[in-house]
């Protein structure tokens, strides 16, 4: 651990879920840390905090808190979402790498998304394949990981599932390729640990690959409670979650993501199955004095 020390890695993004992943690996790595945040007071900021850790605030909307906070770093981590809306997300994007390769960094890594190459028409998809082009064309040395859909999205189902059902609007024998956040992180780390192995390489990651009953099957081992899955008609679905979110699902219905797990295995052996991830997220239902474990 001691080798990293004296490199510092910006993390943007730091109180967010990939982000947050992403610090806690590369603290175990022995990195120097410069958390990004615009409020280091909010409560997801409280994670950030540890040895060798500066909490940076700035904003990508204020170029110059970003040149400021990119002064001798070694490396970045960057992600953005699109919350704001694409043009945002694409414009935070591309200022993070102009800055970081006008700063001399020595090594970008970009979250993206899996399958953002593929024409999907999902814009959150097609905004960030524009940044990865961007970063490209820089010159910068980069890594881009590509996540599929997370875990951690099922703790937002807790009330439903832990009454006995859990809803998409997918077909029961449709395939959902899902990773772990703790291991997207893990891969920032392994890109800052080891550069030359994975300078200028494109990286799409899963864990598990389950349908919707597989996925009811887990649960209900692990809850020790009988979980099914009820689909949602499309309609409804629409109704409730928005036109991108449907249009989505249906492309994950129609076609959805190709990780090559194995080959992702490779790399990382103690890759999260959603079996094992979700026992690190809920305790049987019938023992549960309080609320579920927290995500590894």
Do not use: C
Not at 11 to 34: E, N
Not at 100 to 119: E, M
Not at 191 to 202: C, I, S
């Amino acid at each position: 651990m001691a080798k990293h020390h004296d490199q510092t890695i910006l993390v943007i993004g730091a109180t967010g879920h990939q982000g947050g992943a992403a610090l806690r690996h590369l603290r175990q790595s022995g990195f120097a840390l410069r958390a990004f945040t615009r409020d280091p007071e909010k409560p997801e900021a409280a994670h950030l905090t540890g040895p060798a850790t500066e909490i940076f605030r700035g904003d990508l909307d204020d170029q110059e808190s970003l040149r400021r906070a990119l002064d001798g770093v070694h490396g970045v981590f960057s992600v953005q979402d699109s919350k704001q809306g694409y043009e945002t997300e694409v414009r935070h994007g591309r200022a993070v790498a102009d800055l970081t390769n006008r700063a001399r960094v020595d090594h970008l890594v970009y979250s993206s998304v899996a399958s953002a190459d593929r024409n999907t028409g999902i814009p959150h998809f097609d905004s960030k394949f524009q940044i990865e082009n961007h970063i490209r064309n820089t010159g910068l040395r980069y890594t881009i990981i590509r996540p599929v859909a997370f875990m951690e999205n099922f703790l937002a189902m807790r009330p439903s599932i832990e009454n006995g059902a859990f809803s998409m609007p997918l077909s029961p024998q449709t395939r959902l390729q899902m990773i772990a956040v703790d291991d997207i992180g893990a891969f920032a780390a392994m890109a800052f640990v080891r550069p030359g192995h994975w300078q200028n390489r494109v990286m799409e990651l899963a864990g598990d690959d389950l349908s919707m009953e597989e996925i009811a099957e887990t649960l209900s081992r692990v809850t020790e409670k009988k979980v099914s899955y009820v689909p949602v008609p499309w309609e409804r679905f629409e109704q409730q979650a928005g036109k991108e979110m449907t249009t989505m699902f249906r492309w994950f219905e129609r076609e959805g993501y190709h990780v090559d797990i194995p080959g992702v295995r490779l790399e990382r052996p103690q890759l999260m199955r959603f079996e094992r991830w979700a026992s690190l997220n809920w305790q049987p239902v019938g023992t549960r004095a309080s609320g579920g474990g927290a995500a590894s």
